[in-house]
């Protein structure tokens, strides 16, 4: 199976959507099970902007997640598909994932629904670092939960009182506690300029190879829809059930890592690691 992955790919001009699926190998779990169902359910901007009680609940949990979803490094398969970026081979590279796992490996990914690694406050817009909100965050709560199961997103599970006690951190510019996370949050869409571009660089690309992702939500799936509708050769990789793939050209139900590890090594690509890159 890896044959005709490295067949498709050499042809090269691809436009590579990535999703949870790439992560999981580094760490950070993805939203669906195999079978497409929600492991968890996100909040929804709406329910964040409803209030300090569900901001406290939204901020909690991810200050707890923050620390290990932050500390996650890229696998083989974000270092694989760096690696064929420096061959030629993507046209345009595009994530739903939120974590700089693509960039940490070199690559150079248009982050679709955003990164964690900012916040931006609602009420004024202002952008600030989040490893340095998280600081304040601490220094607010000294008494955060450890140790807790990491969940999708940087989300983790924390019992109700300590969601409770959580004291809220203020934006850094107005002081307004309507801090969000910099990501295009369930229940907002991605700016219409961003959309547009990844239009344009699908009309210029050959292919679409998707990535580890369930293709169950819209933003992602529009591109995929795009190409089936205009006849381009459309492959998918990933573990579980994913939309569309009865129009697929290509259906991989592989783990992604060693898969394109391996479509690399067929390629003759060199694929560069942490590991290796000291040496
Ligand atoms: N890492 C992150 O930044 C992260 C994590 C979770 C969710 N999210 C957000 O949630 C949404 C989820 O949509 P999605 O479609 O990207 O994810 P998803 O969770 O809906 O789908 C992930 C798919 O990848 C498959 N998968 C898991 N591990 C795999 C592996 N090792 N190899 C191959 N396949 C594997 C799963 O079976 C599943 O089909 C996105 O909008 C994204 O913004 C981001
Ligand atoms: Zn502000």
């Not at 989040?130 to 000294?142: S, V």
């Not at 961003?194 to 679409?208: F, P």
């Not at 793939?245 to 060199?270: F, W, Y």
């Amino acid at each position: 199976m890896t044959a005709e992955l490295a067949e498709f790919v050499a042809q090269g001009d691809l436009f590579v959507l990535t999703g949870a699926g790439l992560s999981t190998e580094s760490g950070i779990p993805d939203y669906r099970k195999p079978d497409g169902t929600r492991r968890t359910v996100p909040m929804t901007f709406q329910q964040f902007l409803s209030g300090d009680d569900a901001r406290r609940r939204y901020w909690v949990r991810s200050a707890v997640g923050w620390e290990r979803f932050a500390a996650a490094r890229p696998n083989g398969g974000h270092h694989a598909v760096a690696a064929l970026q420096r061959a030629g081979l993507v046209q345009h590279l595009v994530t739903q994932n939120v974590d700089g796992l693509h960039a940490a490996s070199g690559a150079d990914a248009l982050e679709l629904h955003g990164s964690l690694s900012s916040v931006q406050c609602v009420e004024c817009g202002s952008r600030s670092d989040r490893a340095e909100f998280q600081g304040r965050i601490r220094d607010a709560n000294p008494n955060l939960p450890r140790d807790v199961a990491l969940l999708a997103d940087g989300d983790a599970e924390v019992a109700r009182s300590a969601q409770d006690a959580f004291v809220l951190v203020a934006c850094p510019h107005c002081g307004s506690l309507v801090v969000k996370p910099d990501v295009v949050m369930f229940g907002e869409s991605v700016p219409t300029a961003t959309v547009e571009h990844c239009y344009a660089q699908l009309e210029l690309s050959r292919a679409v190879l998707v990535l580890g992702s369930s293709l169950k939500v819209m933003s992602g799936f529009r591109f995929v829809s795009a190409a089936l509708k205009s006849g381009k050769p459309v492959a998918l990789v990933g573990l579980g059930s994913m939309r569309g793939s009865e129009r697929a050209d290509l259906v991989l139900h592989e783990p992604l890592g060693a898969t394109l590890t391996a479509t690399c090594e067929r390629l003759g690509l060199q694929v560069q690691t942490e590991a290796n890159a000291t040496t």
